[in-house]
């Protein structure tokens, strides 16, 4: 996509800037790490990611978003050989080791870290969760995903697949009643005294088991950690089913979505918003969704072109495919070059394929590259190409049509797409009124500056996380854990 007309009526409100990156080579646009410009294959450089988060703080992200998966993408081909040759996010680290390290060379950017709730049990979690909000005053963000891939239910396991996708979220759903009843409610918010004259480090009063016995969990607590910052970190979660819905719209502070349109981005948005009130409570415009959007600038559209051209020289179609086969479960190596694929006799090609051909020129052609093509460069999101006014205008689209507050923004080059994002695309939001000039509380957590509040270092009173929070002060007897 090129050129946007220009919007009328922009909203004033500063948006939610974010980077999205992960810790491998190319992230959503697999072979760009041949690019002579491209430094993602530094990933296993720890100053690789200091640096990234030193200059992304100077130029006023709100946070740094860090995706992850659990196993590779076998499903093109019935092999890993493809995303092993082209590097689609494989290999691929693990991500909140490295969140410390940005958070020590940085005082106000936030870190929101993938973490499955289907491979890992919640008591190990909700420490090693409580442990990084402490090392980041507080800085710490969670997006909550159920994993996708079979083969990390090979690895890690020993099942030839995953839970049902309803079941995953059923687990889910307890997982975060044990994480609650963890972060919020096995120790009262002033449980350490450190008095150095009695001796006493925490008032043993204060701390209790939780007795968690579940379908899925046994846990008796109490958490290993004291309270955190945050007591539970910022909580972001990106479901798009019926069941991944629901858990947004109770648990979701922010929800990442990847659409081919602001419509299609709409319609989910306003129906998660819609749960949020009618069944959990929740005023729905306080959750943000931030956007993947894949911002290719220039100082002319010619130039911002031409870099979208020469990008195009790199992108492997094999990892493409590698990537859509992943996140789809559908092996496009079945089909010949030029079939169309919305012809084939399968229904779920023929509707998935037809999602991204919606919004493509009526008479083009989908075949297997066609698709490949698509998801070369940006993964599933969006690709804007142009001049920092013509990208302003596209986000704005974004916000207007599909009422999204923030987007994730992808790179091809790493880390040059985040420069020319700070050279080019801020300002001209900052112009517009929708980039703020500072961190709204600086040196503040992530949630304070994710709601512009100072003091909000906890869950919302309405969300559901609030109401297990034992509270300094409270007696015991007055806080039971909720169910």
């Known amino acids: 996509m090129s050129t946007t007309p220009a919007i009328q009526s922009r909203p004033k409100k500063p948006l939610i800037v974010n980077a999205f990156v ?31 988060a030193k200059l992304l703080e100077e130029a006023k992200f709100h946070g740094i978003f860090i995706a992850d998966v659990l196993g590779g993408y076998d499903v093109y081909k019935n092999s890993l050989d493809p995303a092993v040759i082209s590097g689609a996010q494989w290999p691929v680290n693990e991500p909140l080791s490295v969140v410390p390290a940005m958070a020590a060379a940085t005082k106000n950017i936030g870190f929101g870290v993938t973490v499955s709730t289907t491979y890992e049990q919640p008591y190990h979690l909700a420490r090693r969760l409580a442990t990084v909000d402490h090392l980041t005053k507080g800085r710490l963000g969670w997006n909550i995903v159920t994993s996708y891939l079979d083969s990390a239910a090979r690895n890690i396991h020993g099942k030839a697949t995953q839970l049902a996708h309803d079941d995953r979220y059923a687990q889910a759903e307890e997982y975060m009643r044990v994480m609650y009843k963890l972060f919020q409610s096995s120790w009262r918010d002033d449980a350490v005294i450190l008095d150095r004259e009695r001796g006493i480090y925490t008032d043993p009063a204060l701390v209790r088991q939780i007795n968690h016995k579940g379908k899925f969990f046994d846990v008796p607590g109490p958490a290993i950690t004291q309270p955190s910052p945050q007591r539970t970190p910022l909580l972001l979660q990106a479901g798009t089913s019926r069941a991944g819905k629901i858990f947004a719209a109770q648990h979701a502070e922010a929800i990442f979505t990847s659409a081919h349109s602001p419509a299609v981005c709409a ?15 929740r005023d729905g415009n306080k959750i943000k969704v931030l956007a993947l959007v894949t911002p290719i600038l220039g ?41 169309e694929l919305r012809e084939v006799e399968s229904n779920a090609v023929k509707s998935t394929v037809a999602g991204y051909a919606k919004f493509a020129p009526q008479n083009s052609k989908w075949t297997k590259h066609t698709v490949a093509e698509h998801v070369a460069i940006g993964g599933n999101g969006p690709i804007i190409v ?20 923030g987007f994730n923004f992808a790179y091809a080059l790493f880390p040059q797409s985040f420069k020319d994002i700070i050279e080019f695309l801020l300002p001209e939001l900052r112009r517009r009124g929708l980039f703020w000039d500072d961190y709204a509380v600086p040196g503040g957590t992530y949630r304070e500056n994710f709601y512009g509040q100072q003091g909000q270092k906890h869950p919302l009173p309405e969300h559901v996380a609030a109401k297990f929070q034992w509270r300094a002060g409270v007696p015991a007897e007055e806080h039971q854990i909720p169910e």
């Open 299 to 339: 100082r002319t559209e010619e130039e911002a072109q031409a870099k979208h051209a020469e990008y195009r020289k790199y992108a492997s179609t094999e990892g493409a495919l590698a990537l859509f086969g992943g996140w789809t479960g559908i092996d496009l190596n079945q089909y010949g070059d030029d079939e």
């Open 267 to 281: 319609k989910s948005i306003t129906e998660i918003r819609e749960l949020a009130r009618t069944e959990f409570g």
């Open 386 to 405: 142009g001049t920092p006014e013509q990208v302003a205008d596209g986000l704005e689209r974004w916000v207007e049509e599909g009422g999204v507050g």
């Open 22 to 52: 992960e810790m491998c080579s190319g992230h959503q646009s697999p072979g760009l790490w041949r690019h002579p410009d491209d430094e993602s294959w530094k990933f296993n450089d720890l100053d690789h990611w200091v640096e990234l």
